[in-house]
């Protein structure tokens, strides 16, 4: 379908520089500039599909068709409704006073959310071209008020963009954004022979304690490990190891389903890759990476706690995935947020990301980035500040 034959845009925005079409992805999904506008990125569109139909939040996606004056379509950008809780992760006496609060009024401090980026990762801008990135931030913050406030949400929030494109979204602070440090991932470069080449650049503290937690691993039961690019026929014996971490996380945003797991790798096999370790035939840990360039991303992590702490399987699936990586000559392994003082002294450095953050009532917006000094998430991790790149938040 060419992009011109679009029929079904729920409404069409005129702004200064050309006009944004608001589309379901149904409009859109044949379209070649929804393929152009995430390509070569490790999440695609064919990651964003799958996040729209299976992730199990209650989330209303939308997708704004971003044309300059002459009708050429300059890129895509994915966005989502949610009703947000503006706490979320915020420990100590602020959270014990909003939940007494919560007490008689159950939505105090929760706010119907228009999101800029990824349901299940970090944002991107959707330009077709890398050019086109500062015309399409413009362009975000020319129509995304007006758009908000038609749609009754309180707050924009450009949600969790890698700080590379702080020089291009630094436009939106000209109409009230706040930029805000979100919960960082982390990388690691794996530029070395082995996984034991790497242990002799950390600590020697943490490295004899890591040798001793290997140890003990190996003492049990054998462990092995396969690596796989469909988790389809063990979907229903791994679920539950993710079910139990993400119950475990203070911080909870999306909520990932078996379907999701299924379509990762059936949609998407050539970037992929599920670690699986069992013991005795049993499934005990498992990890979801997507490989994209020089790069491994971990992107969730599954354990079987009736032995994972035993045998400190969060460390030992680690050691197997960074080994596998090394072994395909991959330079980069980078983590997902949380979990912080153990990456702390692996010699991780911190790979921020940001959010933008506006009120839609002018008035209010003041008030509101004030307020955001308190709320911003990193503000709560004393750990992240003794990383010898914090000052990069």
């Not at 990135?133 to 975000?140: F, N, P, S, T, V």
């Not at 982390?186 to 140890?215: A, M, N, P």
């Not at 909870?252 to 050539?270: N, S, Y």
């Not at 005990?284 to 400190?312: K, M, N, P, Q, R």
Request: with cysteine; proline share 5%.
């Amino acid at each position: 379908m060419a992009i011109g034959t679009i029929q079904h845009a729920e409404a069409v925005i005129p702004f200064a520089e050309g006009t944004a079409k608001i589309l379901k992805l149904s409009d859109l999904q044949s379209s070649d500039v929804w393929k152009r506008a995430f390509a070569g990125r490790c999440k695609d569109h064919r990651f964003y599909e799958i996040v729209e139909r299976t992730l199990a939040n209650e989330f209303e996606y939308r997708y704004l068709l971003l044309e300059d004056a002459l009708g050429k379509a300059r890129g895509v950008q994915p966005i989502f409704f949610v009703r947000q809780n503006l706490i979320e992760g915020v420990p100590g006496k602020i959270r014990e006073i909003v939940d007494l609060v919560r007490k008689e009024f159950p939505r105090f401090l929760t706010m119907r959310v228009l999101m800029v980026g990824c349901a299940a990762g970090a944002g991107e801008p959707g330009a077709c071209e890398s050019e086109d990135e500062m015309w399409i931030a413009k362009a975000l913050r020319d129509v995304l008020p007006g758009y908000a406030r038609q749609n009754r949400a309180s707050l924009i929030v450009f949600k969790d963009f890698p700080a590379k494109y702080r020089p291009t979204l630094g436009v939106l602070t000209e109409a009230g954004f706040a930029r805000v440090p979100s919960m960082p991932m982390t990388r690691l470069s794996i530029e070395h022979e082995s996984f034991d080449h790497y242990l002799q650049t950390i600590g020697y503290v943490t490295r004899k304690s890591l040798r001793r937690k290997f140890r003990k691993a190996e003492s049990a039961a054998k462990i092995d490990m396969e690596v796989l690019t469909d988790i389809s026929p063990y979907v229903d014996q791994v679920y539950p190891l993710y079910l139990a971490v993400h119950e475990r996380s203070p911080m909870k945003f999306e909520h990932l389903t078996k379907e999701f797991f299924c379509a990762i790798g059936r949609e998407i096999p050539d970037r992929a890759r599920f670690f699986v370790w069992r013991q005795s035939g049993r499934i005990i840990a498992f990890s979801l990476c997507l490989v994209c360039g020089d790069t491994i991303y971990d992107e969730c992590l599954g354990l079987d706690y009736s032995v994972a702490l035993d045998l400190h399987l969060y460390f030992y699936t680690m050691r197997d995935v960074i080994s596998w990586a090394i072994a395909q000559g991959l330079r980069w392994y980078v983590s997902g947020p949380l979990n912080y003082d153990p990456k702390l002294h692996l010699r991780h450095e911190i790979a921020p990301l940001d959010l933008y953050v506006r009120h839609t009532r002018r008035s209010l917006n003041p008030l509101f980035r004030f307020a955001l000094k308190f709320l911003g998430p990193t503000r709560h991790d004393p750990v992240l500040r003794k990383f010898p790149n914090a000052h990069e938040l």
